[in-house]
């Protein structure tokens, strides 16, 4: 599977994940967070067509471009349910305060822990990690995991905001993350990529 980062929504620098099957030339968006005709312009530039619209959450940062790249595109849009009412409210996924209301389109279909998402011949399994919030989810690939804001480089999702949970995420980490091979490289929602492995020997904020 083919993946390429995108980092949009400047005041978050948010990372948005396009991937894709080189082969059958069909993929998924990740997290778009603004600059849909851009998003779409790069997935043309690299010659596949887009399937998903997946959110790891749903919060603002990470689903600004959900209804112009769904109606350009007629991709299907995912989200796990626990995060569902965060799409239409601009309140619950807090772009209401930073002054860029979000309302999403409502989702084609909600994730479930263990599900497996084909794209063409690839395979993505979604593991539900709450606790940055509560429809939180991770998406594993063959050797690497696109994390949304659950673990980041020597780091980890805020658990300040209404919804979210520490106990919960520190949970998600250890039980369903730090389980993976060390080697799995993980591409997270703000920043650089790192390595499970890495993380779990360097991550302050994760006692393993």
């Not at 997290?31 to 997946?54: G, H, M, T, V």
């Not at 471009?65 to 299907?76: D, F, H, S, Y």
């Not at 930073?98 to 084909?118: C, M, R």
Request: hydrophobic share 35%; proline share 4%; aromatic share 8%.
């Amino acid at each position: 599977m083919q993946i390429k980062k995108l980092i949009l929504l400047e005041t978050f620098e948010t990372n948005t994940y396009l991937i894709w099957d080189k082969i059958e030339k069909v993929g998924a968006v990740i997290d778009p967070a603004n600059k849909a005709e851009e998003i779409l312009q790069e997935s043309q530039r690299l010659e596949f067509k887009i399937k998903y619209i997946i959110n790891t959450h749903g919060h603002g940062d990470h689903i600004g471009a959900n209804g112009r790249l769904k109606n350009l595109t007629g991709a299907e849009l995912c989200i796990h349910k626990s995060d569902n009412d965060k799409l239409i409210n601009p309140e619950l996924n807090f772009s209401i305060f930073f002054d860029f209301n979000v309302i999403s389109p409502k989702a084609d279909k909600f994730l479930e822990d263990n599900e497996i998402i084909s794209i063409g011949s690839e395979q993505l399994k979604v593991l539900h990690t709450p606790g940055h919030s509560p429809g939180s989810i991770c998406l594993l690939g063959n050797g690497f995991l696109i994390s949304g804001d659950t673990l980041f480089f020597e780091g980890v999702g805020r658990t300040d905001l209404p919804g979210s949970d520490e106990s919960k995420l520190r949970k998600s980490i250890k039980e369903k993350l730090f389980v993976l091979p060390d080697i799995t490289k993980v591409f997270p929602g703000h920043g650089g990529v790192t390595t499970i492995g890495y993380e779990k020997s360097h991550n302050p904020f994760i006692i393993y």
